[in-house]
């Protein structure tokens, strides 16, 4: 694997399954009395994040910290940078501490990379910008494929806010390498520039008939609809969003029984997805949270004790 995880781009299909083989080993320890690991003795982590965040934050605090790790959260309106430090003063401050990896979430795109250009420490995207979010990615096709068994030639359906979704975005990578068929599904309003332009180049299916995709889909990934970045009118109201574009109770009949339901969270409940969806039997939702853990635990094992990484 390469040094630093900024992309899906970063991994190769190996890559993929040794990070899946060795997450199936690391939720086994989720089960055990005494959730340690030795693996990352005298490592020191730092979770930096200028964006709110429950699951990714916790869980790479709590993967870093049964592999034994020495593991620090520090955010953006707890640091120098609501001084007015720069980003590249709060980085060089932080990892002239002598950390080894920068776990960052930040708001503007490509901002993870320009860090690792920075610092010599290991850097791992958590989320930057409408960019890009690997580790939600490798989480949500790692959950699928505990459901479904190889993602190759199935139909997953992703949708939402494809706008300003950094899932969306890495997701599309992950689920193409891994030769799964996609379709897309959103309001023209909420496709972000260039959709079809990448979706002819990367082999994806763009639709805005939700009730048409879903009993054909393998898998159903609905995203939350981002009000927060959104600064002008993207629909016209939220009813008319859900009447459209929400996994309702009506469109859950649509779906086979054995057809998981994945969300990234957090969830709109009542917007883009229905409570009778969220809480069905098929829901996946929790197990993703689960298995964000286990992926999380096997990208800092690699990325910090793999292979070349030993001193």
């Known amino acids: 694997m390469k040094k630093h995880l900024l992309s899906i781009d970063d991994l190769t299909i190996d890559d993929i399954d040794e990070l899946f083989e060795t997450a199936a080993q690391m939720h086994d320890v989720q089960g055990r009395s005494v959730k340690k690991l030795p693996a990352l003795r005298g490592r020191t982590i730092i979770n930096l994040f200028f964006e709110d965040s429950t699951r990714t934050r916790s869980s790479f605090e709590i993967a870093g910290k049964w592999l034994s790790a020495d593991t620090i959260n520090i955010t953006g309106k707890g640091s120098s940078a609501s001084k007015g430090e720069s980003l590249r003063d709060t980085v060089l401050t932080i990892c002239a501490m002598g950390v080894d990896a920068l776990v960052m979430r930040h708001g503007a795109s490509g901002a993870a990379k320009q860090v690792s250009e920075w610092t010599d420490a290991v850097v791992i995207n958590a989320g930057d910008g409408t960019h890009e979010h690997p580790s939600q990615a490798l989480l949500d096709a790692y959950t699928l494929t505990r459901h479904i068994g190889s993602l190759e030639g199935k139909h997953v359906v992703i949708v939402g806010d494809l706008t300003h979704s950094r899932v969306f975005r890495s997701n599309i990578k992950l689920l193409r390498k891994l030769q799964a068929q996609v379709t897309v599904v959103a309001p023209a309003t909420l496709l972000p520039a260039g959709a079809k332009s990448w979706a002819e180049s990367s082999g994806f299916a763009i639709s805005n008939d939700l009730d048409a995709v879903l009993p054909t889909a393998d898998a159903v990934m609905m995203l939350r609809v981002q009000k927060e970045r959104m600064s002008g009118g993207f629909f016209p109201s939220a009813r008319e969003y859900t009447v459209g574009y929400g996994l309702t109770k009506d469109r859950l009949a649509l779906l086979r029984p054995d057809v998981p339901i994945c969300h990234p969270g957090p969830m ?44």
């Open 268 to 311: 709109n409940r009542g917007l883009e997805i229905a409570a009778d969806a969220a809480d069905a039997a098929q829901s996946v939702v929790l197990e993703q949270v689960s298995a964000g853990v286990a992926i999380r635990m096997a990208i800092l094992y690699h990325q910090l004790a793999g292979e070349g990484n030993d001193e």
